[in-house]
């Protein structure tokens, strides 16, 4: 194996983990945004739970965030709970770096 070839090994072996790390943090980001959600719709213990993985399900619809901000912001208004998608945006944000957090500490 060529010095070359091993560097392309590499690099293709931290890109794969890159991924990999990434998709955790985001799963674990729409986990806790669940969670919240949740809290402001009055939902707690196993409701709140089965909500939380109702939103990550959510995120797997189409790429990118769009999804994931339809089905919570329906869920507000449906509740009667008004949220600006601005805000909810700034939240997820917000989660996004908890998440990351508890993802490297694990």
């Known amino acids: ?18 991924q990999d790390l ?7 980001r729409n ?10 719709l009055g939902k707690a213990g196993d409701e709140a739970e089965a909500y ?3 939103v990550v399900s959510a995120d797997f619809e189409e790429p990118g965030d769009a999804d ?13 709970t008004e949220f600006s998608e601005h805000r909810l945006r700034k939240k997820m944000d917000e989660l996004l770096a908890v998440a990351k957090e ?5």
């Open 1 to 18: 194996m060529t010095t070359f070839d091993k560097r392309e090994k590499d690099f293709e072996k931290k890109f794969k983990h890159d």
């Open 22 to 28: 990434q998709f955790k943090v985001e799963v674990r």
């Open 31 to 40: 986990k806790l945004l669940g969670l919240w959600a949740a809290e402001l």
């Open 52 to 54: 939380a993985k109702e």
């Open 68 to 80: 994931l901000v339809r089905k919570v912001l329906g869920d507000f208004e449906a509740a009667g």
């Open 102 to 106: 508890q993802v490297m500490e694990e």
